[in-house]
């Protein structure tokens, strides 16, 4: 795994309080949240989901895999 899906994961997990299951959608509010790139090759300052979503940011879409863990 790249360094970058460990950032975005631990940021889902630390980030969040809202409980996603599997086959959830992430809120377009979550999605424009900003997070501080400080380690990895990403071409921003920071990082939001939007970035990764077509519809938000101009037509390129990509794939994103998000592994969420639960604490129980």
């Not at 970058?4 to 994961?9: K, N, P, V």
């Not at 992430?26 to 077509?54: R, T």
């Amino acid at each position: 795994m790249t360094k970058l899906t460990y950032l975005i994961m631990i940021l889902f997990s630390a980030g969040f309080s809202q409980v996603y299951e599997i086959g959830d959608q992430v809120s377009i509010e979550h999605q424009m949240m900003e997070f501080e790139v400080c380690y990895g090759d990403y071409p921003l300052e920071n990082l939001k989901l939007a970035d990764f979503n077509g519809e938000l940011n101009g037509g390129n879409y990509a794939i994103t895999f998000i592994a969420l863990q639960s604490g129980t």
